[in-house]
């Protein structure tokens, strides 16, 4: 796809329109610190955060740091987190992975995408969540959300996410690309849903391209 001026002005409407109709984007898991941050985004998959948010009030009461979950038994790190789904699976690879922030990390969460990625249960986008919301360094985010989102907008061609991430981040201004993230994973939630787009009260269908589509049929999905 060719990036030009226009797509980028688009952009800068988009994230104008949805500031205003979403002005708290903080992402909807709670955390106090980068490592419970850490511990959330790899619980979180396949499972929602409401529910997340239910297990981890009291996990990280029992559990506040990585050496926690290293000397811990992990059937009782299994039973502990079984609510979010795939709980063996987890167990292992939030164990594996706070044995590696003791023994290479030092205890400490890094500050870099490419370290964050070495680590078990993290992937780019669990990487971009802990940079952008923990630490404020910009990164896209590409969750379910802003796969669909993006590609219903005309701002990706791509399925991959690791491609649909490199086409936002030429077109969305990097200081904004944590923000526009959550925007767009506020918006697929609420509006811009997978099954049923609202979209005849979306406030960013007219520079939409799944949306203008639709008003030029004269379709009115969600209405």
């Not at 959330?40 to 297990?55: E, G, P």
């Not at 992975?97 to 969460?109: H, I, P, S």
């Not at 991959?160 to 904004?176: G, S, T």
Request: net charge positive; proline share 5%.
């Amino acid at each position: 796809m060719k990036k030009d001026t226009s797509i980028k002005k688009r952009v800068e409407e988009i994230l104008k329109a949805l500031s205003k109709e979403i002005p708290d984007d903080r992402i909807a898991l709670r955390f106090r610190n980068p490592f419970e941050l850490l511990i959330a985004t790899i619980l979180s998959a396949q499972c929602t955060d409401v529910k997340v948010n239910q297990v981890t009030e009291t996990l990280f009461k029992k559990y506040r740091s990585p050496k926690d979950f290293v000397e811990a038994d992990l059937k009782e790190i299994e039973e502990d987190i079984r609510p979010t789904g795939f709980y063996k699976n987890k167990a292992r690879a939030i164990q594996k992975c706070c044995q590696e922030l003791v023994t290479r990390f030092g205890g400490k969460v890094p500050e870099t995408l490419e370290e964050l990625i070495t680590l078990p249960g993290v992937g780019r986008k669990t990487a971009n969540v802990i940079l952008g919301n923990a630490y404020g360094i910009p990164g896209i985010t590409v969750d379910t959300h802003v796969h669909r989102v993006s590609q219903r907008i005309g701002l990706t061609k791509n399925d991959d996410p690791v491609k649909i991430e490199f086409d936002l981040m030429e077109v969305v201004p990097k200081k904004e690309w944590t923000h526009f993230s959550n925007l767009l994973i506020w918006h697929g939630r609420r509006t811009c849903t997978a099954k049923k787009p609202l979209c005849n009260r979306c406030v960013i269908r007219k520079w939409c391209d799944y949306g203008t589509k639709i008003e030029t049929k004269g379709k009115r999905p969600g209405s």
